[in-house]
């Protein structure tokens, strides 16, 4: 069955330091999203993407939050100045339509802040 | 507000027994889908069911949806102790799925 493969499984970054999270959608998906969970909290949606651009973000997704979709295949997100706070699970999904049949999420990149 | 509410939070049964969770939400919806989450690991989907379904089977799982009362049901029968895990009952907006707090299941051997 097709996956969504995110890369790294556990990343730890210094406070101010960039990261860079890859997810890797199933390939006939066209949209794309992340989500986070604060570690004993809600799932919360971040982003969503299509046509190679933001379709949709939550407050949570400021100027420091950036995604891209480098080549026909990875989707990141790139923190580029980090904060304690940010420590979570960050999840990325993707949809062939607008999750009209459902949503594939990948197993998560644990993110934690020192 | 748009998310699901998931009763109970918490429900702890023996192993060969049925789960029943619940979910009541407050806007209209498209479709209404469940995922179950493992101890601190990824979302998995389970069953998505239509504003316009009233009950839908996938395996061991039943889901129903009463849209006149904003409620759906899932029922897992004859439990395993692998079905331990957070189950979510997941409202879909435009472009987005907006979690609960889920019921965490735990099936005792």
């Known amino acids: 069955e097709p996956e969504v493969t995110q890369t790294p499984s556990h990343q730890v970054t210094q406070m101010g330091q960039e990261v860079i999270l890859r997810c890797v959608p199933i390939?006939?998906?066209?949209?794309f999203y992340w989500y986070r969970q604060i570690l004993g909290q809600k799932v919360e949606f971040l982003v969503s993407?299509?046509?190679?651009?933001?379709?949709?973000k939550s407050e949570i997704f400021d100027d420091q939050f950036s995604v891209e979709r480098p080549d026909g295949s990875n989707f990141t997100l790139k923190i580029r100045s980090t904060k304690l706070e940010d420590s979570a699970m960050y999840f990325c999904?993707?949809?062939?339509?607008?999750?009209?049949?459902?949503?594939?999420f990948g197993s998560g990149t644990r993110l934690t802040v020192v | 507000s748009q998310q699901g509410e998931e009763d109970p939070q918490a429900l702890s049964i023996q192993e060969g027994e049925n789960a029943t969770m619940n979910c009541s939400y407050k806007?209209?919806?498209?479709?209404l889908q469940w995922y179950r989450q493992n101890s601190g690991r990824g979302l998995v989907h389970l069953i998505l069911?239509?504003?316009?379904?009233r009950e839908k089977h996938s395996g061991r799982l039943r889901v129903t949806l009463d849209t006149s009362k904003k409620s759906s049901s899932l029922l897992i029968t004859a439990s395993r102790a692998a079905d331990t895990a957070s189950y979510f009952c997941?409202?879909?907006?435009?472009?987005?799925?907006?979690f609960g707090q889920g019921t965490r299941l735990t099936i005792n051997p």
């Open positions: 999904a993707s949809s062939a339509d607008r999750g009209n049949y459902g949503y594939t």
């Open positions: 993407f299509y046509n190679n651009e933001i379709s949709e």
């Open positions: 390939s006939n998906h066209l949209y």
């Open positions: 997941v409202i879909q907006g435009a472009q987005k799925l907006v």
């Open positions: 069911i239509r504003s316009n379904e």
């Open positions: 806007t209209s919806i498209n479709n």
